[in-house]
């Protein structure tokens, strides 16, 4: 008799289920240093930078006062007025904490908004490239994804016009993210405006991440939750883990209306019971202390931007436009003659150096690769020497550029 395991029957929705790029291309060079080789990380999307101390000291004391049971589901109402007070006051609206949920990093927001909003054979309006937890999450409820174009031609800014083509009657939510991942586009006010126009006369809902406005290069970060006839329909996700460098934190937070707040509540209640309570008291320290820390980490990545755009236009083949917020730049690379994943691979393997191809975004990616700039600015010279030096060793003659998907 064999005792050989049967294989587990899974729920078909789980065959709609994606995944994250970044890791899986993290979890190749972590074998590959395993091995002995040295790889310059320019894959991962978080910031290189510590915790800010008092925040780190804010947990301790949280620690040693008990912070350690279970607290609302919603968060604790300190963190939920806190950020309230602080969200509202740099978008110039007020804010209740009654339209705070605080989630164990931002994602469950996407999850609990699109189970909450999405019926199957619902319409969700999409990025690509874009963060692939979108489309993943659209797929796993059975919605339909329609995805919008970023085209680097429009500097990745979002054409009104291009949002107006895809909706239709079964549009449910509509998703915007600026600063954008991967690119680093920031739709400008003036796209914004009229976009807030355009959605003032539907009746869909707004998943507004804005989870890198505070990592803005130039001008100010505009939400859409800003415009009055959007508020009720916009849904803010927003968190900690990149302006204060505290990704393994798990801490983030949805503004919706409260309705929709206490639904969410709900889906935390009976997924997560609640986000721990000393990372919370972590985070009031957080958005009430010194913010000197944010400026300088920004101001940081603005001189790496520097490096990191110039040098990559010197590389034979590779363009590369100047992305205005986020830590990502998002070179062309068609003319190398190389897909992305393939070059992609092929840096890592040969070159020591960790990226992304752009269809990790979606296959709108295709002919892009995503460096991250939350990297020393000696560790991404070095980064863009081995690439450059790999590429003369490697040149192609691309008969013509590879074609751009659009629709």
């Not at 849904?235 to 919706?256: E, N, P």
């Not at 409260?258 to 997924?271: C, D, F, H, K, Y």
């Not at 752009?358 to 600015?377: C, H, I, K, P, Q």
């Amino acid at each position: 008799m064999s005792t050989a395991p049967a294989d587990t029957r899974l729920a078909e929705r789980m065959a709609r289920l994606g995944t994250e790029g970044a890791f899986e291309v993290l979890a190749r060079a972590k074998e590959l240093e395993a091995r002995g080789h040295d790889v310059i990380h320019l894959e991962i999307g978080e910031p290189d930078f510590p915790t800010p101390p008092h925040i780190v000291e804010a947990a301790i004391q949280a620690l040693r006062e008990g912070w350690t049971h279970y607290g609302p589901s919603a968060g604790l109402p300190e963190l939920r007025e806190a950020v309230a007070e602080d969200a509202g006051k740099r978008r110039g609206i007020r804010l209740d904490p009654a339209e705070v949920v605080i989630t164990p990093g931002a994602k469950p927001i996407y999850f609990f908004a699109i189970l909450a909003l999405v019926e199957p054979d619902d319409e969700v309006i999409y990025p690509n490239p874009g963060f692939p937890i979108y489309e993943s999450m659209i797929r796993f409820v059975g919605a339909r994804p329609v995805p919008y174009s970023l085209r680097e031609a429009e500097d990745f800014d979002i054409a009104p016009d291009v949002i107006r083509d895809r909706i239709s009657e079964r549009t449910r939510l509509i998703i915007f993210n600026s600063p954008q991942n991967p690119t680093g586009g920031v739709t400008s006010p003036r796209q914004t405006a009229e976009l807030a126009e355009l959605l003032a006369r539907r009746d869909v809902f707004i998943l507004s991440d804005e989870i890198y406005s505070r990592l803005i290069f130039e001008g100010e970060h505009v939400s859409f939750a800003q415009f009055p006839a959007l508020r009720r329909h916009t849904i803010i996700l927003d968190g900690f883990s990149k302006a204060y460098a505290m990704t393994g934190w798990r801490l983030g937070y949805g503004i919706m209306e409260p309705q929709l707040a206490q639904q969410v509540t709900r889906l935390m209640t009976n997924s997560n019971s609640c986000t721990a309570s000393f990372t919370q008291m972590a985070g009031i320290a957080a958005l009430r202390g010194d913010q000197s820390s944010v400026d300088l980490m920004r101001e940081e990545f603005r001189r790496r931007r520097k490096v990191m755009v110039e040098r990559l236009n010197r590389i034979p083949g590779f363009s590369c436009v100047e992305p205005h917020g986020a830590f990502y730049a998002f070179p062309n690379i068609t003319v190398t003659g190389w897909r992305s994943r393939e070059l992609g691979d092929a840096l890592l393997a040969e070159a020591g150096v960790a990226c992304l191809p752009g269809t990790a975004f979606g296959d709108r990616g295709e002919g892009y690769l995503r460096f991250s700039f939350a990297n020393s600015v000696e560790n991404i010279e070095k980064a863009l020497d081995r690439i450059d030096a790999w590429v003369h060793r490697n040149a192609r003659t691309a008969t013509s550029p590879l074609k751009e998907i659009e629709s």
